[in-house]
């Protein structure tokens, strides 16, 4: 198959998904067009099978904001009739669908007829969505997608009770590639960061307040009162600073390394020994799966998609959201026993490995072949 996909090529984790989706396709033989304002950060190695295609929005005086919906729908026009793509494949709903449907449209008025699928991800619709300024909008594009799919069974019950949705969305997880995040030994770089073989804490995320971040640092500076632990905070955003002031007013910065954004972060992983994610609200958890690949138990909360990775009891813990002081209990529990950490990090690679990317891959390819036939049986009829 030739395969479009939108996206937006940054760290967030729709972006991530998109760019791993479309290395996994290419390396099965189908032929993989990104069409995006910059190269995804993920792809970062040459491929034959993959193609970039850069959307340039006009710069001009009259726009106080650069029209870029209109210039990705003439960017998938051209790219679709030039490479003659089968299919689109749209991540994040938020312009992507509506700019997949104006150019569905205009190239049928050319007789070329080209399905796309869009993927929805967790914040265009828990959040963004449902703005009133987006929701018409959002909810006609889904309504009008040619294929639906959601990156876990809480994502599509928040769809169908946020949005008017007469179409069935397909539950599609997000998935780990294991030849990537695996478990490394990385001790010579352990103890060069716990000389005294304290255990490490990792958070990784984007530091928007959804994420709580100063609820790992408040976590954490229970956690290091009975147990020796370093915290690794990986990531960057709006909240840095004022976690940079807690971690002061509570003294602890000795013990904690805010190290930004990180491309290779599964080297980080590979000397973690806990990941913390008290999200408000995740669709998924990505990177809670990405860490329990590298063998790495995880401490969250209950919130969104999170329950259908991490098992209560047994890949790790999870608590209400802002109980930072029962994810502290739960840490030290699993920290102070190695017998009982070595257990933990057990079940949470063999969990980790239901969504290894073959597993997954094939539940993608499938589904494309199916809208496509679909597409094709309806033209016939029509």
């Known amino acids: 198959m030739k395969i ?72 998938i026009v051209d790219v679709a009739k030039f490479e003659k793509l089968d299919i689109l494949h ?21 007789g070329y007829n080209l399905p796309f699928v869009t993927t929805l991800h967790g914040t265009d619709i828990t959040l963004i969505g449902k703005d009133p300024g987006y929701k ?16 876990s069974k809480s994502l599509k019950d928040d769809t169908y009770q946020n949005f008017d949705i007469r179409r069935e969305i397909e539950v599609i997880p997000n998935f780990i590639d294991f030849s990537r995040f695996k478990k490394t030994d990385k001790d010579h770089f352990k103890k060069a960061i716990a000389p005294n073989g304290e255990k490490i804490l990792t958070h990784v995320s984007n530091f928007r307040k959804v994420k709580r971040v100063e609820d790992v640092v408040k976590m954490f500076d229970l956690v290091r009162k009975k147990v020796p632990s370093k915290l690794f905070l990986v990531g960057d955003g709006p909240e840095r600073m004022g976690t ?18 990180q491309d290779a972060v599964e080297e980080l992983l590979a000397v973690s020994d806990l990941f913390i994610l008290p999200s408000e609200t995740e669709s998924f ?31 790790g813990f999870m608590s209400n959201v802002g109980d930072f002081e029962d994810m502290a209990k739960n840490a030290i529990y699993i920290l102070q026993d190695e017998a009982r950490l070595k257990e933990f990090k057990a079940n949470a ?33 029509i």
Do not use: W
């Open 90 to 110: 749209v991540h994040y709903a938020i312009p992507h669908a509506s700019s997949a449907l104006i150019a569905r449209s205009i190239l049928k008025e050319k």
């Open 4 to 75: 479009g996909i939108v996206c937006y090529p940054t760290y967030g984790g729709s972006g991530v998904v998109a760019t791993e989706l479309g290395k996994a396709l290419a390396r099965k033989g189908h032929q993989v067009h990104f069409i995006t304002y910059q190269e995804p950060v993920r792809l970062d190695s040459f491929h034959e099978n993959i193609f970039y295609h850069e959307v340039s929005a006009l710069d001009y005086p009259l726009f106080q904001y650069q029209p870029y919906e209109s210039a990705l729908a003439s960017k």
């Open 349 to 381: 690679l063999a969990h980790a490995k239901t969504f290894d990317i073959k597993n997954i891959l094939p539940q993608y390819e499938a589904y494309y072949t199916k809208v496509i036939s679909q597409q094709n049986d309806l033209e016939f009829v």
């Open 244 to 261: 940079e002031i807690l971690c002061r007013n509570l003294g602890i910065c000795d013990d904690v390394r805010f190290l930004g954004k």
């Open 136 to 151: 018409p909008v959002v909810e006609y594009s889904i309504n009008h997608s040619d294929g639906i799919t959601s990156v």
């Open 285 to 315: 958890g990505l990177a809670a799966l990405e860490a329990m690949a590298v063998e790495v138990p995880v401490i969250s909360s209950n919130a969104g998609g999170i329950p259908e990775i991490n098992i209560q009891g047994k890949t």
